[in-house]
């Protein structure tokens, strides 16, 4: 255990679904992270956020919407997703000095239908 | 930007022997530093080792140690003693503020 727990674990979505994504932690860190890992692909970086500030958005569709409402918690909002969304969301928190290893929750299994 | 390149996509090997997994990067960077995480087929990625580019020794963790070779830009894993529970995915990020993964390399351990 990391410390960094993500609910839901597996989820399946319509096309035309809302759900979000939660990930908790209480490690003290003030980064966190969402990354999408879809098969065959390396692990890609969606958002970040420092002390709630949304620090970098790699280029993500609107139809995911992250919130960051404290240093502990960070939710993905969902909507409107396509059948290619489907992957391994992998949340992270780390110190916010650069160079501080990343903790990752389990991640949450999305597929849409 | 750093680039990270793995070029083993899958590694074989028997328990207790060891294994080597490739990591090269490019950097212009005069400081910079690595990771290497292990992911199972849980899912979950799991944190490894660290290597400083400063660092005076090559970074050590139990059954794992880093093959840090500055000049040729490489920082490969080498897992002493493979167990079962090795098997998983390997993957190498450079420091930063997010990271940058590669593509990982598949080790599979047999009896």
């Known amino acids: 255990e990391t410390g960094v727990t993500q609910t839901p674990r597996h989820l399946v979505m319509g096309m035309t679904n809302k759900k979000s994504l939660k990930c908790e932690q209480h490690?003290?860190?003030?980064?966190m992270y969402w990354y999408k890992q879809s098969a065959k692909k390396p692990l890609e970086l969606m958002f970040v956020?420092?002390?709630?500030?949304?620090?970098e958005n790699n280029s993500v569709p609107s139809r995911f919407s992250p919130e960051c409402p404290n240093s502990s918690h960070l939710f993905l909002h969902l909507h409107t997703l396509q059948p290619e969304d489907s992957a391994l969301y992998l949340c992270?928190?780390?110190?916010?000095?650069?160079?501080?290893?990343?903790?990752f929750g389990p991640g949450t299994r999305l597929t849409v239908l | 930007a750093q680039k990270i390149t793995q070029t083993q996509p899958g590694m074989f090997v028997q328990e207790k022997e060891a294994v080597t997994l490739d990591c090269t990067y490019d950097?212009?960077?005069?400081?910079?530093?690595l990771f290497w995480y292990k992911q199972p087929s849980s899912g979950e990625m799991i944190f490894l080792i660290y290597q400083g580019s400063y660092d005076q020794q090559n970074a050590t963790e139990g059954r794992y140690s880093l093959n840090f070779q500055k000049a040729r830009k490489s920082a490969n894993l080498v897992i002493s003693a493979s167990q079962l529970g090795d098997s998983a995915m390997y993957f190498c990020?450079?420091?930063?503020?997010?990271?940058?993964f590669g593509k990982g390399t598949t080790l599979s351990v047999s009896s």
């Open positions: 956020y420092n002390f709630k500030e949304q620090t």
């Open positions: 950097t212009s960077d005069p400081s910079y530093g």
């Open positions: 992270a928190s780390s110190p916010p000095i650069e160079g501080n290893e990343q903790f």
């Open positions: 990020a450079p420091v930063g503020t997010a990271l940058i």
């Open positions: 490690l003290g860190h003030n980064a």
